[in-house]
Structures are given as structure tokens and as C-alpha cells.
């Protein structure tokens, strides 16, 4: 036997015996039953920032909640943010919106894909006006 053919036989080998071990796992992986996400996977990651509450509105009293809808990608970053349910008041739905376009959100789920969250923001006057805003989730 050459040279090359002893070695072309034991790099077979080795090949043949981390195979089967590796096809194994993989099996048992695409076996393994999908992670469930808990009910607090929606939530973004500290520190996001909160949503300013518009001079104007807080000077008109304008209160209520927006009900995002928040499509994220794999790494959790916003990809399209849409208001599923307005306030009612065009400036605190666009406050809301361009502020959760900035957060980060957990990456889920492990497979890669995108993901649709809904998340919403409270605007409600509490006290009398200030320079500070309001608590908005």
C-alpha cells in the first residue's frame, strides 16, 4: 500500500468515526422540543428610554395608552413600528413610536427569525405641570 492510500484510508476513518457521533446530536436536536418563551420575554432590556410626554399634551390634558405593534429581528432591534391602538392624540402615539424604534429588545426566539410584540405606553398626567414627564410604562 502507498503512502498516500495509508493516508487517504485513516482520514476516512477518522471522518467515518466523528460522523456518526455528529449526525447524532444533530438528530437529537432537531428532536428537541422548541423553547417556550416566558410572558416577560416581550420586554425590552434596561436601560430603553422612556417615552417624553409632549409639552402639549400634558398642557391640554391629553392622557391615554398606545398599543404598539413592534416587529424585531433576531439581535431584538426594532425592524417597523406600527400603533395597533391610538390614544386618540396624534402627538403622544408619535412620541410613543419614536421612542420604542430606539429600544433593544431579549432576542427571541433562539432560531433566528423575526418577531411581532405588542407593547404598551401609558401617557397620564399625575400632579400638577413640571419640567419632568410623566412615567410612561
Not at 503512502?3 to 471522518?15: D, E, G, K, P, V
Not at 416587529?71 to 386618540?88: C, F, I, M, Q
Request: glycine fraction near 6%.
Amino acid at each position: 500500500m502507498t503512502r498516500s492510500a495509508a493516508i487517504s484510508r485513516r482520514s476516512r476513518f477518522a471522518l467515518n468515526a466523528l460522523a456518526w457521533p455528529l449526525a447524532a446530536l444533530l438528530l437529537s436536536a432537531c428532536a428537541a422540543p422548541a423553547p417556550t418563551a416566558s410572558a416577560d420575554e416581550w420586554r425590552p432590556t434596561v436601560p430603553n428610554p422612556k417615552a417624553p410626554y409632549p409639552l402639549g399634551s400634558r398642557e391640554n390634558g391629553e392622557q391615554g395608552e398606545v398599543l404598539l405593534q413592534v416587529l424585531t429581528n433576531a439581535e431584538g432591534k426594532p425592524t417597523r413600528v406600527e400603533v395597533k391602538k391610538s390614544s386618540g392624540y396624534a402627538r403622544l402615539d408619535k412620541s410613543a413610536v419614536d421612542t420604542v424604534r430606539l429600544w433593544q429588545f431579549k432576542p427571541l426566539p433562539q432560531d433566528g427569525t423575526v418577531t411581532w410584540r405588542e407593547v404598551p405606553i401609558r401617557f397620564f398626567i399625575s400632579g400638577p405641570l413640571s419640567s419632568t414627564p410623566a412615567p410612561s410604562l
